[in-house]
């Protein structure tokens, strides 16, 4: 598998067949149909995508941009495609967004055991600000929240304008 052959695009009711798929495979309490249903209907502003390999989805991110912040929801790569880069351009795609719409801040929710899973999120520069207790249904286990701080360009000084007294 080559990343130049995957495609990132709007998911749509088309895709769901495959989603729902890696979904049930790969989290013990999958989200539902209906779920995903609202989302591509565009519910609290989310903007689903997939990533396609030949037309096949094989993985996908969901994210809702609310006014100043991003929250990333549901993250999914298929299980015989993991660790080849794929979560990293979904993750890459949402931050780019995110700093288009000038957002502040992105924030997930990651469980407290799936130490690999903070580790990938660490690798764009997330840090976990605090533990959500028993954010989990299944199993009651505790949700490690992490956030990513966009730092916003501050606008370029005037020409000749004075220099700002803030050091
Ligand atoms: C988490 C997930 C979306 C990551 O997608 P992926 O395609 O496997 O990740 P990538 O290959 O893009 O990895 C990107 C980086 O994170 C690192 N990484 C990914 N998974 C890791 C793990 N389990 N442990 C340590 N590092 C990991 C990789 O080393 C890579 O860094 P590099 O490019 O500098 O080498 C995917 O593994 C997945 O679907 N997991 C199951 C569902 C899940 O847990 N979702 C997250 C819920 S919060």
Known sequence: MDLKHI???PMTEAHLTRVLEIEGDVFSTPWTSEMFTQEVEGHLGSRPIVATLLGK?????????????VH??????????????????????????????????ITLEVRAGHAGVQVFYRTFGFRGIGLRKGYYSDNREDAVLMILELVRQAPAPRAGGRESNAR
Do not use: C, H, M, T
Request: aromatic share 8%; net charge positive; glycine share 6%.
């Open 7 to 9: 495609r990132l695009e």
């Open 57 to 69: 989805v094989v993985g996908y991110a969901i994210a809702w941009f609310f006014d100043e912040d």
């Open 72 to 105: 990333l929801v549901n993250i999914a790569v298929a299980r015989r495609l993991q660790s080849r880069g794929i979560g990293k351009l979904l993750v890459n795609d949402v931050v780019r967004e995110a700093r288009k719409r000038d957002k502040e801040v």
